[in-house]
Structures are given as C-alpha cells and as structure tokens.
C-alpha cells in the first residue's frame, strides 16, 4: 500500500472519555498492533476529569499520554486542542454531570450533554481537527447500574 508524504508524519488522536467504556474501547483498538496502528504513526492522548485516577495511570504504563480536560469549560479545551492539535478526536460526552460533582447519580441531562458536544465540536473545528467520531452514554443509566452504559 502506497503513502502520500503527509501520511507518514505522526498523527495525533484525542480519546476524550479514556477511562470509561467507550473511550477505553477506542485506546485498545488502537493499540492493538493491526495494519492501521503504528505507535510510530500515531500518538495517543487520552483526556480525562483526573488523571491521577488509577485508570489513568493503567493507560500511561500503555503509552498513552494522559491529559486532564473538561468539556464544560470551552477554554481549557481550546489550549488543550491548541497545545496538542490532534489529527483526529474520538468524544464521549457525560450527560450525568451531578455524579461527578458529588452529587447523587442523576438522570441524564441532556442540555449538559449537548453543551459539551457543542463545545467539543466548535473547538476541534477551531483547532482544524480533520477527523471528528461522537458519542453518547445517554440513557445507558437506565439498564446499566453503574451507569457508564456498554
């Protein structure tokens, strides 16, 4: 298979949501070593609330650099997709902000969720993100106990 010369500069790709489900399905399809991962072709960031969380600090000893981020707050995602210009951004928005406030486990907000895609979106196209993959958890809470849906 034959590559342009852009295609063999290193891309980066933002996994916002690293410890949850969805976003840890993401990290280890990628890291699995199949034609399309090449740890000299790609860097993986993973964004999360703490990355000092042992999850986190599982996801660095795999070589993925951990980033704190919140995409309630438009201008630390901003500088974060300034400072690391990721080629392509997998996102995962959190539509049960009380639980991770200390508040009791909460129905899903949606508003919360679509302002943080809105936000999410605006800055990666911004930041002249090329590739952009959405998702929801929304209403997985409503079968899945734990409420980090499958």
């Known amino acids: 298979m034959a590559h342009y010369a852009e295609d063999m500069l290193k891309k980066t790709l933002l996994v916002v949501g690293a410890t949850g489900r969805q976003g840890g399905a993401v990290i280890d399809a990628m890291l699995e070593k199949t034609e399309d991962y090449n740890p000299d072709m790609w860097e993986i960031i993973g964004m ?3 990355p000092t969380q ?3 600090l599982a996801l660095e000893k795999r070589g993925v ?4 981020g919140d995409c309630n707050d438009r201008e630390s995602l901003r500088k974060l997709l300034d400072i690391h210009k990721p080629y392509a951004v997998f996102a995962v928005t959190n539509p049960f902000a009380a639980r991770w406030t200390g508040g009791r486990p909460a129905a899903t907000d949606t508003n919360a969720e679509t302002a ?15 590739h952009f993959v959405f998702t929801s958890v929304a209403s997985s809470h409503d079968s899945d106990p734990d409420g980090k849906g499958s």
């Open 48 to 50: 999360t609330r703490d």
């Open 54 to 56: 042992a999850a986190s």
């Open 65 to 68: 650099s951990m980033v704190k």
């Open 116 to 130: 943080q895609g809105i936000n999410l979106v605006d800055c990666s196209v911004a930041a002249g993100v090329s």
